[in-house]
């Protein structure tokens, strides 16, 4: 059997959800509201075909001029009034009713003239019109009678056509989705006041593709970008790559606590580091990035939360100077505003940075920000951590991810409403404990995968230097944690000891 | 090779519009001008090289291909640049018309403005 012929779209994700492409030969039928972008797909389809795959290709208007649509088309970067010069692309403007009739006879002038120019792709905009916009038999056959004068040219046909019906949660179906090859639905979708694209594969005969409503964007100087569907499976690898390292530690950079995780985070983990605002989560990913730096490892901080340059401050409010090591290549740190999160477009973005900067330490500022922006209730949410955890662990990325537990004083559970721990490696606790007529600051390490765990409230200390983690023993005066029971029960209680035997050194209470 | 405000517009369409499937009333409808005076300005674009008809006998549509690159199309190149605006068509259809018989009404001086202007730009 030989092999399909697939025909590559050239948009950008397109063919990462048609699993390549489409086989040559299909009627792709796009359907969507008035602005939903069936005309930019179109003239992309065959722009890149002319431009990128040596595939000459013809685009037949009805409504728009052919000048207004080489004008839009600059904005994206593409010359087609070049590709025209060059006998690659011709834009012909024609009528529906001379269309219906051209395509009725075999000897189309249309067609005979894409023939000459040895076009392999077609795109006609406004097809509703053409075949009526009504499921009649006639509007039914006038479709048809389209599809067959295409096919007789082994055109590759893209047919963009009005389903403002179909907006939304595009329920219903037009009477032409039964002959096309292919079915691609474009839709507009609200949500908090915010409008968003979404794509999907209704049906494409002859391959296999990712079903779901991915998102898309329409973006200045390069046209549309797709973005599969954060919960689409991804490559077997991807999975695969679950079983994390159990041998590569990297260290925390955090004085002290690589003796409390058995010498630093495995690669491929995922830990969270939870606790209020202001506890110094940020501090310790701080740390975290700053050793990798000193090592030589790249890093990559992502933030919901502070603007790049509040974070360069913050570093160098511990000591550390970044801007060297951004300089050199070695740490990036990406700042998206919270608002409007468009969540494939945001995974696909940190799927891109990590194929392309390959950090070995991640930090995520922070997981709660995730949480309200996305929300917490649905899958949505716990969809996107599931793929960010695995393509972290594909990549052997030691992931942390701080998370703002609302509790000021003890934590009653680890992450809240975020039902996630399952997912996670290790957690780390920050809690503030009230002792006397201050907040002290204690660290639990509460899960450790595949590690032993010792279970002790350890005091943490911030200066100018950043975090280190307090001896159990403290010199002076201060009563260490040890001397204490309940420390993240919100109500510690100094323990009793007995009193010293006379003559003997004093103990500290 | 532009004589007349038909010969203009229909020139401005087809710059527009460079490959088109029409058949000779759709065109004329959207030229804006009898059948007949587009039959002629067509022809005469045919006959200079600077438009190609490509038609089947059996068919009502016909195909025009403007070619611009052609050697006769410098001037009406820029001429159509002047008049892609909605004064510098007016001027243009002015300049035009005060070539015609029928523009007897029209002031010397005014026939003299829109020649100069029609010569400046073509």
Known sequence: MPALDIVRSGIGGLDDILNGGIPRGNVILVEGSIGVGKTTLGVEFVYRGAAEFDEPGVIVLFEVSPDKIIRDAKGFGWDLEQLQKQGRLKIVFTTREVLRQELQQADSVLLEEAAKMGARRIFIDGVSRLVGNDATVESRSAFHVLTEGLQREDLTAVLAVEASKLNGNGNGSLPEESIADTVIRLAMYDENRAVSRSIEIVKSRGHDYQMGRHSFRIMDGKGLQVYRRVQAPRKPSRDRAAAFDPTTRLTTGIPGLDELVNGGYFVGSTTVVAGISGVGKSVMGLQLLNEGVRKGERGLMLSLDEQVDQILRNARSIGIDFRPAIEKGLLRIEYEPPQEIEVDAHFHHIEELVETFKPKRVLFDSLSTYGSSLGTKGRLFRDFFHALVSLMKEHQIVAVYNHENPEMLGMATMMGSFAMSSLVDNIILLNWVELGDSFRLGMNVAKMRANPVIRITRECEITSKGMHILPRELPGTTAPFSRYNALVSRAPERRLLPEPPPGGKGRRR | ?122
Do not use: W
């Not at chain 2, 022809?43 to 068919?59: K, T, V, W």
């Not at chain 2, 010397?108 to 403005?113: C, G, I, L, N, V």
């Open chain 2, 1 to 122: 090779m532009v004589r007349t405000p038909c010969d203009l517009d229909l020139l401005l369409f087809l710059r527009r519009h460079p490959q088109t499937l029409l058949t000779s009333e759709q065109l004329a409808a959207f030229v804006g001008y009898p059948m007949k005076e587009v039959a002629e300005s067509l022809d005469l674009f045919i006959a200079s090289g600077l438009l190609e008809r490509i038609q089947n006998p059996m068919h009502a549509a016909r195909m025009y291909l403007l070619n611009m690159d052609h050697p006769q199309g410098g001037g009406p190149r820029r001429l159509l640049d002047v008049a892609s605006s909605r004064m510098g068509r007016q001027s243009a259809i002015r300049a035009l018309r005060s070539e015609r018989p029928s523009n007897e009404a029209k002031s010397p001086r005014d026939k003299t403005q829109d020649k100069l202007h029609l010569v400046r730009i073509a």
